[in-house]
């Protein structure tokens, strides 16, 4: 592999891709990004086995290849570069990263691309397209609620419920619930446990995409088996949906009774 690529545009993606690896687990490979080059672009993928993150990124391809670099390693030694298209080069297991122009160079040891372990892909021409700027606000309006305690699944995960007009989100910790309501108009409905873990990269890659569309970014939304797929402009994220019954919150919030509507401020 041997490419060139502006050090802004790998250093953001790179800075993206670090939030799907593992850098603590008993795998190293998962502490990795993969970087396959071909075509015109530059391919980059991150998972720890329960979410994925891939997206690919304009580049000066002059020999195809991949190999998976650690992503921390690669990340700071990319953000160390000076701001001018650099090269890197692999030659065996050894990445070279050179900047155009100066002397600057750093070598990263890594693993053939091979060894990285498959990612699902999203199929094509499937799911419901939905403003980013909607979604956002649902999960912002019950991520607080959603509970903190890995070995209580059920509770530390969103529900997702997609009627044909109508979306909800809901979160609790078993003590306090919250339920987000909004107008989302979907072809079929559809609801989705996700994990909390997978829920911050979620709402974080929202927000990139809100800051790169502006109010206009879409998502397009899949449901494939156990595992949920959220499409942008320039990056696909993956995870593993939770096989779990999340508490019937409907029947906690009471139907009648006294309420008052107050202003907010």
């Known amino acids: 592999m041997d490419i060139a690529i502006d050090q802004a545009t790998i250093t953001k993606a790179l800075a993206r891709a670090v939030g799907a690896t593992d850098p603590k687990g008993t795998m190293p490979i998962l502490s990795h990004v993969l970087l396959k080059a071909e075509g015109g672009g530059l391919t980059i993928t991150a998972t720890d086995l329960f979410k994925a993150l ?10 195809p290849g991949s190999m998976a670099i650690p ?5 700071e030694r990319v953000k160390a570069m000076p701001r001018a298209p650099i090269t890197l080069a ?4 050894t990445l070279t990263l050179k ?3 100066s002397a600057r160079k750093f070598t990263v040891r890594g693993l053939p691309g091979e060894d990285f372990p498959p990612v699902a892909k999203l199929p094509d021409d499937t799911g419901e397209i939905i403003p980013v700027i909607r979604l956002k606000a649902l999960m912002d309006g019950s991520a607080h609620a959603v509970s903190t305690d890995q070995t209580r699944a059920h509770l530390n995960s969103m529900l997702f419920e997609f009627d044909s007009d109508i979306a909800r989100t809901a979160g609790t910790d078993g003590h306090r619930l919250a339920l987000s309501t909004g107008a989302i108009k979907t072809r079929e409905p559809f609801k989705m446990l ?3 873990s997978a829920l911050k990269e979620v709402r974080k890659l929202c927000d990139e995409a ?7 970014a879409t998502v397009n939304l899949c449901i494939e088996h156990n595992l949920a797929f959220w499409r942008f402009a320039s990056f696909t994220f993956s995870c593993k949906t939770v096989e779990a019954q999340f508490p019937p919150y409907s029947q906690v919030i009471p139907k009648e009774g006294n309420k008052a509507t107050v202003n907010r401020s």
């Open 194 to 196: 996700i994990p909390e």
């Open 71 to 75: 992503a921390k390693d690669l990340l």
């Open 54 to 63: 891939t997206m690919r990124v304009p580049c000066a391809v002059k020999t």
């Open 99 to 101: 900047a155009a122009g």
């Open 90 to 93: 692999q030659k065996d297991s």
């Open 210 to 216: 809100l800051a790169e569309g502006s109010g206009d």
